[in-house]
């Protein structure tokens, strides 16, 4: 029985994605030094951007069946299987390779050995998602098309992590019909407490119309940087969520958003040490995470 | 006859809202060292979200009749007219100031006089559009249901600056559909390229389905801070892009972010001039924008 995370903020550009695909990465790799156990993780990316394909080097345009197959096939009679889809840590292992090479060609020695997953899995988004999430809201069970195309299919990964949309419309409801914890990346500025407010209005809704065995696995701030905002917004997350917020905080590290260009999230291009304070970052929330999903 | 720019980009977070509320701000209240006239503008909020009205202090639990009515109304019955769901200048003026000061309580003296705006119009949102969004879809004419609402009731305006959701969803189809020219604000980040050419894709269809009267208003780049990405992403802007590439570069600074704590947008709240380079900036952008406007 896969633990089911959904990565959720319809505010834009708050680092659910970047939480997402760290959060897999090192859940899957694991961490001896950390007491962070190795674990089969499946990255599920719900975005039409499809930035988590990109983030590994995957083309998109080669991508074979994909998640849109999945939502669009009929509700029992879905010629699509979730693992079709899938792409595996060798292929992603080499689709980094590849990027590192292409995006640092004056980097005569090539990609580092350990620039590779093990126990990694994803299943991609493309474009097409947009015009899937309109087509949506006509069908049966709408809501449900993701839990439907888990079933049966994913009890071979220890995690799963969905990368949520910056909206709520039907795919981030699928996303928080599917999951079984809500994991919110949080910015913190100044549209933050009002937009969780209403975040976890929605969550409630959802609890209550269609997936009342959801909660609220935590809440991580995320850019941090010394501003009056990020103060205020703490401490009210502090006083409203006590311990659902992570003790980690994920600092503004310009380190953390040019990871993807040597091919790689930043917890597996670069080793989590004092020189390396953006993955020593998502290391530490890492283990907070790992430590939390063993008491639950 | 108003000139209607949407500011569009599925990326979320990278400046929508902040640099469609500073242009309308700006375009309203003309500025005479620098050449922009004064014009009539209306601002039209199509985020759930409902941040605008957040940023002049607008407490949303009080709005009258709103945009989500203008949707869901039958096509000829909507028994709401846009103008009725219009947030006055002087609204805006006395909210402005009252967030000043509850956000404020130390500063003994007061909002500043020139905390005000006289020519701008908000027509706001709130997190209803959600579902409002989602029940579109079964609609007749449902790309046109914002274009429907402005016809006849926005004569009195010169420019209609319409902010769209992180998403390539129906409220974003709308904005589209509703527009003459398309305002994209981009953050020179690792995604920034794919996610320009996704856009500009969805566009062409629109232009193609929809709306063939749209066309590229201009693209401005965002939150720029020196990295290894910056250059890039504004090096192949410029080359794709040319002249519908701004000059102005809104420099990333923790100013603008929080603006709204003195209970205005930053060009209101702050002079342009040397010591205030995120003012500067976005009244440059202005500058840029006006002129734009008076050759089309
Ligand atoms: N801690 C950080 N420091 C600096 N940059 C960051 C950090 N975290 C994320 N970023 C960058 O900020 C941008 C937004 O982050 P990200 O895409 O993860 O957010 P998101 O919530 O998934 O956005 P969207 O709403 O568009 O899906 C990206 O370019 C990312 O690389
Ligand atoms: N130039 C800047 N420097 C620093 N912070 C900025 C700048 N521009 C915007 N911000 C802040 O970054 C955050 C995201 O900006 P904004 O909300 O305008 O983006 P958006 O594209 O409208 O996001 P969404 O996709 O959620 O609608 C906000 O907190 C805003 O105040
Ligand atoms: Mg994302
Ligand atoms: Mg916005």
Redesign the interface.
């Known amino acids: 029985e896969p633990l089911v995370i959904a990565c959720i903020n319809?505010?834009?550009?708050?680092g659910k994605t970047t939480t997402a695909v760290n959060l897999a990465a090192a859940l899957s790799a694991g961490n001896k030094d950390m007491e962070i156990p190795k674990r089969r993780v499946l990255l599920i990316d719900l975005d039409?951007?499809g930035?988590i394909a990109?983030?590994f080097g995957i083309d998109k345009r080669n991508l074979g069946p994909s998640m849109n197959e999945l939502f669009k096939g009929g509700v029992d009679s879905s010629s699509i299987k979730l693992n079709e889809c899938l792409i595996s840590p060798k292929t992603l292992t080499k689709s980094m390779q590849n990027a590192f090479v292409r995006q640092n060609p004056e980097r005569k020695r090539g990609p580092p050995k350990d620039l590779k997953v093990d126990n990694l899995w994803l299943l991609p988004a493309d474009?097409d998602l947009?015009g899937v999430?309109?087509?949506l809201?006509?069908r049966i069970g709408r809501e449900n098309r993701l839990r439907l195309a888990m079933q049966n299919t994913v009890s071979q990964f220890d995690v799963i992590i969905i990368d949520a949309?910056?909206?709520?419309?039907?795919l981030t409801i699928n996303a928080l019909a599917a999951a079984q914890w809500v994991l919110i990346p949080v910015?913190a500025?100044?549209?933050a407490l009002?937009?969780m407010s209403?975040l976890m209005?929605?969550i409630r809704n959802v609890q209550k119309a269609v997936n009342p065995g959801l909660r609220l696995f935590g809440i991580t701030l995320t850019m941090v940087?010394r501003?009056?905002?990020s103060g205020t917004v703490a401490e009210q997350a502090r006083k409203h969520f006590g311990d659902r917020l992570f003790k980690t905080e994920i600092p503004r590290l310009?380190s953390i958003?040019?990871a993807?260009?040597d091919g790689a999230p930043i917890v597996i291009g670069m080793k989590p040490n004092k020189s390396n304070p953006g993955s020593l970052a998502y290391w530490n929330l890492a283990s907070e995470v790992s430590e939390r999903i063993e008491i639950i």
């Open positions: 319809h505010k834009g550009g708050c039409p951007k930035n990109t983030t474009l947009s999430e309109i087509d809201a006509t949309p910056a909206s709520l419309g039907l910015q500025e100044f549209y009002e937009n209403q209005d929605t940087q501003s009056r905002l310009v958003a040019e993807p260009l």
